[in-house]
T-cell receptor, first 114, second 110 residues
Framework: DAEITQSPRHKITETGRQVTLACHQT?????MFWYRQDLGHGLRLIHYSYGVHDTNKGEVSDGYSVSRSNTEDLPLTLESAASSQTSVYFC?????????????FGPGTRLTVL | QKEVEQNSGPLSVPEGAIASLNCTYS??????FFWYRQYSGKSPELIMS????GDKEDGRFTAQLNKASQYVSLLIRDSQPSDSATYLC??????????FGGGTRLMVKP
């Protein structure tokens, strides 16, 4: 069955380190998204991509980067991790940006920055 | 100002009752509206979508949309303890990006 996976599921790192979170989907969806979820803020969009080699900034993109070299993967990189980036990160994908388009979420990565 | 507003709850209802969850949004040109359910420690899963004014029913769930008043609601009939979760309202305004509310925590007590 088609699915969307994230790795690692849990990560503890230190301030200043570079961290990369992986997202892989087998639906062959064009659109992929990264969100962070914090208490009191709901889901906030970090970066998104409409296709290979396309990336766009979302609402809270500072300190994060993404690259899209193929359809299946959209890794999220924290260039220099900060304690404010401690959060749960969700990757999502969707087929197209039509009115009825639905986003499907991965299982999430819980990141702790010490 | 947050674009999608939800009461954070918790909303507590007894088993078998109707749970009513509400969401208001600010962008008048929004076209698509979604309700996601998120169990603690899990990822959001889509339970309902609605695009036109009125009601849309799916089993025990009914989504209601009123674009003139800019609100969307979710009714859960015959609430079960397994419905206890956080319910996220999501709206797609012009620009095509989903905007999520903060979620309402629902507790269904046996």
């Amino acid at each position: 069955d088609a699915e969307i996976t994230q790795s690692p599921r849990h990560k503890i790192t230190e301030t200043g380190r570079q961290v990369t979170l992986a997202c892989h989907q087998t639906w062959n969806h064009n659109n992929m998204f990264w969100y962070r979820q914090d208490l009191g803020h709901g889901l906030r969009l970090i970066h998104y991509s409409y296709g290979v080699h396309d990336t766009n900034k979302g609402e809270v993109s500072d300190g994060y980067s993404v690259s899209r070299s193929n359809t299946e993967d959209l890794p999220l990189t924290l260039e220099s991790a900060a304690s404010s980036q401690t959060s749960v990160y969700f990757c999502a994908s969707s087929e197209e940006l039509a009115v009825g388009d639905t986003q499907y979420f991965g299982p999430g990565t819980r990141l702790t920055v010490l | 100002q947050k674009e999608v507003e939800q009461n954070s709850g918790p909303l507590s209802v007894p088993e078998g009752a109707i749970a009513s969850l509400n969401c208001t949004y600010s962008d008048r040109v929004s076209q698509s509206f979604f309700w996601y359910r998120q169990y603690s420690g899990k990822s959001p899963e889509l339970i309902m979508s609605i695009y036109s004014n009125g009601d849309k029913e799916d089993g025990r769930f009914t989504a209601q949309l009123n674009k003139a008043s800019q609100y969307v609601s979710l009714l859960i009939r015959d609430s079960q303890p397994s419905d206890s979760a956080t319910y996220l309202c999501a709206v797609r305004p012009a620009g095509n990006m989903l905007t999520f509310g903060g979620g309402t925590r629902l507790m269904v007590k046996p």
